[in-house]
T-cell receptor, first 115, second 114 residues
Framework: GESVGLHLPTLSVQEGDNSIINCAYS??????FIWYKQESGKGPQFIID?????DKRQGQRVTVLLNKTVKHLSLQIAATQPGDSAVYFC??????????????FGTGTRLTIIP | ETGVTQTPRHLVMGMTNKKSLKCEQH?????MYWYKQSAKKPLELMFV???????ENNSVPSRFSPECPNSSHLFLHLHTLQPEDSALYLC?????????????FGPGTRLTVL
């Protein structure tokens, strides 16, 4: 079946250190993945995406890695800042029963940056 | 900060009440979405509208009734809800209903059903 899961529900990182958030997916046919960030009291915010024809994509202080062999996705945040404290979700592209594209989300990892 | 607004931000209702959630997007998008976010569960897609037409209903109970009068506004009408319907209801919009078009989320309505 289709499922997107996260290895760890919580992660604490010292300010200035790098953090890695992991995500496993089960739909080997999925060819598009997104990471979202959700701060307290706010809706999810797009961070970065990656297509299955890529292994790595970099943004500003963030890098997403895709390992299709083991169906694993990770989000690396460099030089973490207090504003990085949030819940991070991965999501993958699936096809709904109506034949439409839809996102399947993971449960999320809560990242806490320790000052 | 966000081009998607939702009202009210918090709502407490009894199981016999009727209430409505409102979403408005100021981004000129053509697709709008309702999601349900429960504690410790993944974000669940409920409905999708594209150019005011419903294109997705993710097996949502009929006690949730969406309405999309135009591409900028989306409502979720609630009636005879159950306590397990308590959750954060998020609205989102995107340029089209293709997944590659980034979805922009509102802050959500925190719903409590007593």
């Amino acid at each position: 079946g289709e499922s997107v899961g996260l290895h760890l529900p919580t992660l604490s990182v010292q300010e200035g250190d790098n953090s890695i958030i992991n995500c496993a997916y089960s739909n080997s046919a999925s060819d598009y993945f997104i990471w979202y960030k959700q701060e307290s009291g706010k809706g999810p915010q797009f961070i970065i995406d990656i297509r299955s024809n890529m292994d790595k994509r970099q943004g500003q202080r963030v890098t997403v890695l895709l390992n299709k062999t083991v169906k694993h996705l990770s989000l690396q945040i460099a030089a973490t800042q207090p504003g990085d404290s949030a819940v991070y979700f991965c999501a993958e592209l699936n096809i709904s029963n109506f034949g439409n594209e839809k996102l399947t989300f993971g449960t999320g990892t809560r990242l806490t940056i320790i000052p | 900060e966000t081009g998607v607004t939702q009202t009210p931000r918090h709502l407490v209702m009894g199981m016999t009440n009727k209430k409505s959630l409102k979403c408005e997007q100021h981004l000129g998008h053509n697709a709008m979405y309702w999601y349900k976010q429960s504690a410790k569960k993944p974000l669940e897609l409920m409905f999708v509208y594209n150019f005011k037409e419903q294109t997705e209903n993710n097996s949502v109970p009929s006690r949730f009734s969406p309405e999309c009068p135009n591409s900028s506004h989306l409502f979720l009408h609630l009636h005879t809800l159950q306590p397990e319907d308590s959750a954060l209801y998020l609205c989102a919009s995107s340029q089209s209903h293709r997944v590659i078009d980034t979805q922009y989320f509102g802050p959500g309505t925190r719903l409590t059903v007593l």
